[in-house]
């Protein structure tokens, strides 16, 4: 299942995760979403999304490894995939039918939020 990650760019952008090249997905603290990072699997897709000033999915990542041992506080490992050629606005997604009723817009603060694969495949068309 892919999976939109959501960072405010000015504290941890998708270029910082081109450079570093690989990071732990942290700082997330609603139950929920700790729930979706606990549930992540190695090689699932991911996207992206700068929140604040930015309001766009932005770049394409996968899961390295997952230690979800300790459910409280899952230890998701990410690598970059690519940028978008065309980031992804949050009102082109909220005008999109493919989200039609998804968690993106019914729980708008979750910081990881499940995708379909037509959404998945919707952000990078």
Request: aromatic residues 8%; positive net charge.
């Given at each position: ?6 960072s ?14 690989e ?7 609603n139950?929920?979403?700790?729930m979706?990072?606990a ?27 997952v230690d979800a041992s ?5 230890v998701?490992?990410i ?13 082109e ?33």
């Open positions: 299942m892919p999976y939109l990650l959501k405010e760019p000015e504290s941890y952008s998708f270029s910082d995760l081109e450079r570093d090249k990071t732990t997905w942290d700082g997330v603290k139950p929920q979403a700790l979706n990072l549930g992540m699997k190695k090689g699932e897709k991911l996207v992206i999304y700068h929140t604040v000033t930015e309001k766009a999915a932005v770049g394409t990542a996968h899961v390295v490894s300790n459910p409280k506080s899952p998701v490992r690598a970059p995939g690519k940028r978008l050629k065309q980031p992804k606005t949050l009102a997604m909220r005008e999109a039918p493919v989200f039609k009723g998804s968690l993106l817009f019914r729980q708008f603060r979750l910081s990881v939020v499940p995708l379909t694969d037509a959404q998945y495949d919707w952000l990078l068309g």
